[in-house]
């Protein structure tokens, strides 16, 4: 790791949780946990809550620094939320991550209205995508609408009382039409997504930019392979059954040809996206998580200030 990291294992990372209180309990974490995703209280108070007293000093300093420029300008400032991006592969386990973090968050008293968008809303609709010939590189930075992405994040960071954004359907693999979720002046504003940390595609500009703290989710490449093949066995027993499934015809797939066709979709669009463009952006992040084959972290670098 380059020099402008401070790394930790887990055992030096932990202590730094200092007197943080576990808020969650297990039920809550049931339900945080994504398909076929490993994760016990024990990561939550080892790696997470050592996160989030972090993250909770950060944002109390913004906050006081707010207030500073407010009283200085004699003015009252718009609210303007803590903004934290979470990068990683497909599969690496972003979106556990992304609302346990939430939740964890949520729970400090300085900022309890803790909004999470995923960037998959950001996703041109299938119809763009097919006329364009984009569908078998969904999840490859030009089949998102940056210039959309980016107004939403100049929204947010101006203050303003309400922003809405799409929102993204798995089951149809689609974008809902008609359907947004709103975000209204939030204290925190989590954005996870596979390529949060890229250079925009419109020009300069960065999505990047408008975050105050970065997060990437890493692993060996050949372990997220394996993640993926499995999060394929479990989504064929559940999501791919549903009759508006856009793959319902893999719910059908012996093991076999499970296992053989989650493999060429991991080698000719997951991994060859991860490799060519998310792994590559791994050291613009403020902080990254590296886990282990067995799901849980490992280290933990973070950035020099």
């Keep these: 790791m380059p020099d402008r990291y401070i790394t930790f294992d887990r055992d030096e990372w932990a202590p730094l949780r200092a007197a943080t209180p576990l808020t969650l309990r297990e039920a809550d974490l049931e339900s945080l946990r994504g398909i076929n995703e490993e994760i016990d209280l024990d990561e939550v108070t080892t790696i997470y809550l050592p996160l989030s007293r972090l993250l909770n000093l950060y944002v109390s300093a913004v906050q006081d620094l707010q207030r500073v420029a407010s009283t200085f300008l004699g003015s009252i400032a718009p609210k303007v939320p803590y903004v934290i991006g979470v990068a990683g592969s497909v599969a690496v386990g972003k979106s556990t991550f992304a609302r346990i973090l939430q939740a964890l968050l949520s729970r400090w008293p300085n900022h309890p209205q803790v909004d999470l968008i995923t960037t998959d809303g950001f996703l041109y609709p299938n119809a763009v995508l097919a006329e364009r010939g984009l569908m078998d590189r969904k999840g ?32 149809t693999y689609d974008i809902l039409d008609g359907e947004s979720v709103v975000v209204e002046q939030p204290d925190i504003v989590i954005v996870e997504g596979l390529n949060v940390l890229q250079v925009s595609q419109e020009g300069a500009e960065f999505v990047s930019d408008y975050f105050d703290f970065s997060i990437y989710i890493d692993a060996a490449v050949a372990d997220i392979e ?31 040809e499970a296992e053989a066709t989650a493999r060429q979709i991991w080698t000719t669009i997951n991994g060859r996206n991860l490799l060519e463009n998310i792994e590559p952006t791994r050291e613009r992040a403020s902080l990254i998580l590296r886990k282990s084959a067995d799901h849980r972290v490992a280290e933990v670098s973070l950035r020099k200030l």
């Design 226 to 256: 394996e993640w993926y093949v499995q999060r394929f066995f479990a989504l064929r027993e559940s999501v791919f059954r549903d009759p508006d499934s856009y793959f319902r015809n893999f719910a059908e797939l012996t093991d076999d």
């Design 140 to 171: 490859f930075p030009e089949s998102y609408d940056t210039r959309e992405l980016l107004a939403f994040l100049r929204a947010v960071k101006s203050g303003r009382r309400e922003v809405s954004a799409p929102v993204y359907d798995h089951v």
